[in-house]
């Protein structure tokens, strides 16, 4: 495993929200811009739920945030903080509905492993609503391990069939 030392890291990680989305995900920008700078942001997209289908769909984006936290605080301190100020409820049921779900995908170009998460997150290979929209924000990042682009990830995934629709009506800026 790599290191998580760096001064400055990149942070691409996965927001996903149905309760109240079109305020929760700006929300939770504005928040995660507290902890770093805000360099890349994706459309919204729509997608029905996962595991547990008697819930509103969710939206979800990405975000890439330049940040001096390493990989663990972050996770532990900074999204933590930010879903519990969200409101953020977890319960058994973990594909439940929630206000905010932030995610770590991919960080530098390290493999990791936080408490139970691997980061590069398996989900990026498996999913839609993580893979489209991370390949908005860096298309040409080769997932350090299948030696891929996210781009080329993305392109494994037919939004029809998916069923994933962009929602250019929700702005990530829009509510603070």
Do not use: C
Request: glycine share 4%.
């Amino acid at each position: 495993m790599k290191s998580e030392k760096h001064s400055t890291n990149l942070a691409y990680l996965s927001l996903g929200s149905n309760i109240e989305p079109e305020q929760n995900l700006p929300k939770a920008v504005a928040k995660l811009a507290q902890y770093g700078r805000i360099r890349a942001t994706s459309s919204i997209w729509q997608t029905a739920a996962v595991g547990f289908s008697d819930q509103p769909d969710f939206l979800n984006a990405a975000v890439l945030l330049e940040t001096e936290m390493t990989a663990r605080i972050l996770r532990q301190q900074a999204i933590t903080h930010i879903e519990n100020s969200l409101r953020r409820v977890r319960t058994e049921n973990k594909n439940g509905p929630r206000t905010i779900d932030i995610d770590i995908m991919l960080f530098n170009r390290d493999v990791l492993s936080i408490g139970a998460r691997s980061i590069p997150d398996p989900e990026l290979l498996t999913r839609a609503f993580a893979a489209i929209p991370m390949a908005e924000i860096a298309p040409d990042y080769v997932h350090p391990e299948v030696k891929l682009t996210l781009a080329e990830i993305a392109r494994r995934f037919n939004p029809a069939t998916e069923e994933i629709t962009r929602r250019d009506d929700v702005d990530l800026y829009g509510a603070n």
